[in-house]
Each structure stands twice: as structure tokens, then as C-alpha cells.
């Protein structure tokens, strides 16, 4: 008897430990959306006005196919919100709201991440945030993960202490593939470090248990370039399996990346060896000016879009190329319908849609 108990521990000790998560592809059907709403507390209240209208958008455009979950600073600014959504004429049915305070909007990199474990119960990681290597204030939106999981009731596996890691540095296409850049995971150069000491093998074994990944593909990326150190959801998305949405050599040059990295990126292929085929997006054709008429040095990539249930969110800048980035992504969501979102102000932070947006997928609450 003795022994029975023993080998049966020993088996579901065993298990425990070859447990693996999978994230699921975010066009998989969603539970709801996140978002993290700009408030005045850290940056003032022009800030907030000048980027708010990106989320009454989003908020309307999601809120018909899904739950919108948003995170309010404190109860005045809930009930603000609130005003807001209302004098904007947002259906409120589908929206709720969580009380946390946040240092800034970046849901993407410092928000839940929502996997599935082998029996495809949802359940939280909660990965380390350190402001995108201490550039910035990341207490409060380092607690965020923790928070919503004891709010849900719902299983949070604490990684703060095995590894920095931001929703917006890695991309997989849902079948066993995650691509990231080093200089925004591995980098070990000063202000860009995320996990100091860490090596390739030990960040890979990391994705491969978490996200549920057999093949991680490196692109080395550059660091300082820009305030997350190059995360890849700017210029690269999988649109499925076998479909990588990315620009052409000469925009990704702009952009940053080396030649090496580009090949790195077109010669990219699945689990089964197979080039993934590639659907190019422009970025914009100006330089990307602001809606309140400040001019910004750099063009805009419209990569980093948002698959929602019903909807297909894509940063638009005022450009000529927006209704021809609208169409390309349309085309590979024919069940879904394309909304630009102007992404002129928050631009000029760093981000656009996919950065501050995160989705919860459909599915039994893990508790």
C-alpha cells in the first residue's frame, strides 16, 4: 500500500512538472479585451486628453463582440470614464471595470497573460515587468497580473522572480512557433536589461514550458533604438499557422533592422520546416504628424493591430496608406471586420493598438 502511494505520488509529482502551457493565437475566440486607461496621475491631464479618444474608440469597436474589461485608476476616474463613454454613445451592456492604480497604458507588456493548461482550463501568468528595463515607473502596473487573478478568482502563476518578459516582445503563430528579438529579452546592455545574467537557452526553455513552443526564432534587434528596445508585434505578426503579416526590406530597414535580421525574418519557418508565406504591409507615406499638429521624425507601422472576435483593430495616422493597409489586413479576415484607429497622438509615446490591448480567451477559469 505504502508503495502504491509512493509511485502514485512520483507519477503526479512527475507531471507536474512536465506541465506545459499554451497561449493561445489571438484571433482564437476571446472571453473579452483589457485595456489600462490613460489617466493625468503620471503624466498630466493634457497627456490624458490627447490620448484618451484612441481608447472611446477601441471601447466602441470591441464592446458589440465581446466583454471590454477596462482598468480605471480609482473610483473618480471610473466614474469619469464613464461620463465619457456614455457622452460618446458606447453601449455600456459588455463593459466592466477593475480599480488598480497604473503607472501608464501598456497592457500588452505588463498585463495578464492568459494561457491554457492541458486540459484547457484559463489561467494567468504573471511574468516580471521592470518598465522596459527601468526606463520608466513600473510599480503599479507590475501588480496588475496579480490583481485581476485574485479579482477573478482565477489560478496566477507568479514568474516575477524567473523572468522579465513583455506581452509586445514575442509573437507565436498558435503551432509550436514564438519569435523574438534578443535586445528586448536577453539584451544585457545597460537600460535595456530585462533579466540580468539570463542566457538564450534559459529564456527558451522558459517560452517553450509557458507559451507552449517547441522553436523560438531569434532576431538579434537593437537596443536603445526606441523605449521597448525593439519589440517585434512593430513589424511582424502571424496572421495563422503558415501566414507571417510583416513590411517590406526597405520600410524594415528604416524601421532599424539589419540585413541579417530581414533575412532572419523572410527565411522564418513553421514547426514543419515550411517558409511561412508572407503578406506585406506599407507603413505610412508621411512621416506621422500628430492630431494636435506636432511633427513626428519617424513613419508609421500598421503591423501592430488587434484581433478582437468580431473585429480587426488597425492603427490609422491620417495617411494615404491607411485604407491601403485597412484592405491587405481585411483580406486575411474575411469574417471580421477592419476599424482604423487613430493611433496620432499615442504614436508619439511609442505604441499603437496592439500595445495596449490584451485578450482573454474563451474558456473554463482555472481557480
Same mark, same amino acid.
Given at each position: 500500500?505504502?508503495?502504491?502511494?509512493?509511485?502514485?505520488?512520483?507519477?503526479?509529482?512527475?507531471?507536474?512538472? &512536465?506541465? %506545459?502551457?499554451?497561449?493561445?493565437?489571438?484571433?482564437?475566440?476571446?472571453?473579452? =479585451?483589457?485595456?489600462?486607461?490613460?489617466?493625468?496621475?503620471?503624466?498630466? %491631464? =493634457?497627456?490624458?486628453?490627447?490620448?484618451?479618444? =484612441?481608447? *472611446?474608440?477601441?471601447?466602441?469597436?470591441?464592446?458589440?463582440?465581446?466583454?471590454?474589461?477596462?482598468?480605471?485608476?480609482?473610483?473618480?476616474?471610473? +466614474?469619469? *470614464?464613464? $461620463?465619457?463613454?456614455?457622452?460618446?454613445?458606447?453601449?455600456?451592456?459588455?463593459?466592466?471595470?477593475?480599480?488598480? @492604480? =497604473?503607472?501608464?497604458?501598456?497592457?500588452?507588456?505588463? #498585463?495578464?497573460?492568459?494561457?491554457?493548461?492541458?486540459?484547457?482550463? /484559463?489561467?494567468?501568468?504573471?511574468?516580471?515587468?521592470?518598465?522596459?528595463?527601468?526606463?520608466?515607473?513600473?510599480?503599479?502596473?507590475?501588480?496588475? @497580473?496579480? $490583481?485581476?487573478?485574485? !479579482?477573478?478568482?482565477?489560478?496566477?502563476?507568479?514568474?516575477?522572480?524567473?523572468? /522579465?518578459?513583455?506581452?509586445?516582445?514575442?509573437?507565436? !503563430?498558435?503551432?509550436?512557433?514564438?519569435?523574438?528579438?534578443?535586445?528586448?529579452?536577453?539584451?544585457?546592455?545597460?537600460?535595456?536589461?530585462?533579466?540580468?545574467?539570463?542566457?538564450?537557452?534559459?529564456?527558451?526553455?522558459?517560452?517553450? %514550458?509557458?507559451?507552449? /513552443?517547441?522553436?523560438?526564432?531569434?532576431? !538579434?534587434?537593437?537596443?536603445?533604438?526606441?523605449?521597448? !528596445?525593439?519589440? *517585434?508585434?512593430?513589424?511582424?505578426?502571424?496572421?495563422?499557422?503558415?501566414?507571417?503579416?510583416?513590411?517590406?526590406?526597405?520600410?524594415?530597414?528604416?524601421? #532599424?533592422?539589419?540585413?541579417?535580421?530581414?533575412?532572419?525574418?523572410?527565411?522564418?519557418?513553421?514547426?514543419?520546416?515550411?517558409?511561412?508565406?508572407?503578406?506585406?504591409?506599407?507603413?505610412?507615406?508621411?512621416?506621422?504628424?500628430? &492630431?494636435?499638429?506636432?511633427?513626428?521624425?519617424?513613419?508609421?507601422?500598421?503591423?501592430?493591430?488587434?484581433?478582437?472576435?468580431?473585429?480587426?483593430?488597425?492603427?490609422?495616422?491620417?495617411? @494615404?496608406?491607411?485604407?491601403?493597409?485597412?484592405?491587405?489586413?481585411?483580406?486575411?479576415? @474575411?469574417?471580421? +471586420? /477592419?476599424? #482604423?484607429?487613430?493611433?496620432?497622438?499615442?504614436?508619439?509615446?511609442?505604441?499603437?493598438?496592439?500595445?495596449?490591448?490584451?485578450?482573454?480567451?474563451?474558456?473554463?477559469?482555472?481557480?
Amino acid at each position: 500500500m505504502n508503495k502504491l502511494f509512493t509511485l502514485t505520488f512520483v507519477l503526479s509529482f512527475i507531471c507536474t512538472m &512536465a506541465q %506545459t502551457y499554451h497561449f493561445p493565437e489571438e484571433s482564437s475566440r476571446h472571453e473579452g =479585451t483589457w485595456l489600462q486607461w490613460p489617466h493625468h496621475y503620471q503624466h498630466g %491631464t =493634457t497627456y490624458r486628453q490627447r490620448v484618451e479618444q =484612441t481608447w *472611446i474608440d477601441m471601447t466602441k469597436a470591441l464592446q458589440s463582440g465581446e466583454k471590454v474589461h477596462i482598468i480605471a485608476y480609482d473610483e473618480d476616474e471610473k +466614474k469619469r *470614464i464613464v $461620463s465619457l463613454l456614455e457622452k460618446n454613445k458606447v453601449p455600456m451592456k459588455n463593459v466592466d471595470f477593475k480599480i488598480y @492604480p =497604473t503607472d501608464d497604458v501598456w497592457v500588452r507588456d505588463n #498585463g495578464p497573460i492568459f494561457v491554457k493548461d492541458s486540459k484547457g482550463n /484559463v489561467l494567468i501568468e504573471d511574468w516580471g515587468f521592470n518598465g522596459w528595463g527601468e526606463k520608466f515607473d513600473f510599480e503599479n502596473c507590475d501588480e496588475i @497580473p496579480k $490583481s485581476i487573478g485574485k !479579482d477573478l478568482g482565477i489560478k496566477v502563476i507568479d514568474l516575477n522572480e524567473e523572468m /522579465v518578459n513583455e506581452g509586445g516582445s514575442v509573437e507565436t !503563430d498558435g503551432n509550436g512557433v514564438l519569435m523574438a528579438c534578443k535586445s528586448s529579452v536577453i539584451s544585457q546592455e545597460k537600460g535595456a536589461t530585462r533579466n540580468k545574467g539570463i542566457t538564450q537557452e534559459e529564456a527558451e526553455e522558459m517560452f517553450e %514550458t509557458y507559451y507552449g /513552443v517547441s522553436k523560438v526564432i531569434w532576431l !538579434d534587434g537593437v537596443t536603445g533604438l526606441d523605449v521597448t !528596445d525593439m519589440h *517585434i508585434d512593430g513589424f511582424m505578426k502571424f496572421a495563422n499557422h503558415n501566414t507571417m503579416i510583416t513590411m517590406n526590406e526597405d520600410d524594415l530597414l528604416e524601421l #532599424g533592422l539589419s540585413d541579417k535580421d530581414i533575412n532572419t525574418l523572410y527565411t522564418a519557418s513553421n514547426v514543419d520546416g515550411k517558409e511561412y508565406k508572407k503578406v506585406y504591409l506599407p507603413a505610412t507615406k508621411n512621416k506621422v504628424k500628430t &492630431a494636435y499638429g506636432k511633427q513626428l521624425d519617424e513613419k508609421g507601422s500598421y503591423v501592430n493591430y488587434y484581433v478582437a472576435n468580431t473585429v480587426v483593430l488597425v492603427p490609422n495616422y491620417g495617411d @494615404p496608406n491607411d485604407q491601403i493597409a485597412n484592405k491587405i489586413i481585411q483580406d486575411q479576415y @474575411p469574417g471580421r +471586420k /477592419v476599424i #482604423g484607429i487613430d493611433v496620432r497622438n499615442l504614436y508619439e509615446n511609442g505604441g499603437m493598438v496592439h500595445c495596449v490591448t490584451q485578450q482573454q480567451p474563451e474558456g473554463k477559469l482555472m481557480k
